[in-house]
């Protein structure tokens, strides 16, 4: 079955402390990132991926790294979490379909930061 | 910046009532346009989608119009059910932007549909 996985799918941890989310996508394909959703904003991008190791900056970076050492692979890195960072977290992943994009989305990470 | 704006939830029917939720975008080229679901508890499920104007998407009885002239593309459906309630985005992919396939979403339209 073609999906995207991510783990944990709830967190709650304390400010400061390390924490890495992983994504993983068996359809092979190119193109990943990540997004926060929070009430009343939508989804707004954090990072993407075109391929391996090629990775740039989304609307709301600041906070985050990630890594794509692997085509399948784009955990979501939060070296130093902050209370501002409780959100909820949605990695996709997608190929060129008709001159866009459709992305194909995990079933959501729920962090608490306190 | 590019940027879509959906009508304020949540919206309630009763089932079997026509649904319209509305969506405008501003983009400075020719997006192409989408609309998610997410149902409770899941991620985003992409409903339909169209890619240049007058495109008409539809899926499960839903459909949305590309109109460039209003800028908008309203979902509809001449009769919802219970199962359909969830929350809708509507998105837009602007191609011009060196193909990054980044989504802009609007902020999300909760649907209550009650038996």
């Known amino acids: 079955e073609a999906q995207v996985t991510q783990n944990p799918r709830y967190l709650i941890t304390v400010t400061g402390k390390k924490l890495t989310v992983t994504c993983s996508q068996n359809?092979?394909?190119?193109?990943m990132s990540w997004y926060r959703q929070d009430p009343g904003l939508g989804l707004r991008q954090i990072y993407y991926?075109?391929?391996?190791?090629?990775?740039d900056k989304g609307d709301v970076p600041e906070g985050y790294k990630v890594s794509r050492k692997e085509k399948r692979n784009f955990p979501l890195i939060l070296e130093s979490p902050s209370p501002n960072q409780t959100s909820l977290y949605f990695c996709?992943?997608?190929?060129?379909?008709?001159?866009?994009?459709?992305?194909?989305f995990g079933p959501g990470t729920r962090l608490t930061v306190t | 910046g590019d940027s879509v704006t959906q009508m304020e939830g949540p919206v309630t029917l009763s089932e079997e009532a026509f649904l319209t939720i509305n969506c405008t975008y501003t983009?400075?080229?020719?997006?192409?346009l989408f609309w998610y679901v997410q149902y409770p508890g899941e991620g985003l499920q992409l409903l339909l989608k169209a890619t240049k104007a007058d495109d008409k998407g539809s899926n499960k009885g839903f459909e949305a119009t590309y109109r460039k002239e209003t800028t908008s593309f309203h979902l509809e459906k001449g009769s919802v059910q219970v199962s359909d309630s969830a929350v809708y985005f509507c998105a837009l992919s602007e191609p011009g932007s060196g193909n990054t396939g980044k989504l802009i979403f609007g902020q999300g339209t909760t649907l209550q549909v009650k038996p």
């Open positions: 983009a400075t080229g020719y997006p192409s």
């Open positions: 991926s075109m391929n391996v190791e090629v990775t």
């Open positions: 996709a992943s997608s190929f060129l379909a008709g001159g866009s994009y459709e992305q194909y």
């Open positions: 359809m092979n394909h190119e193109y």
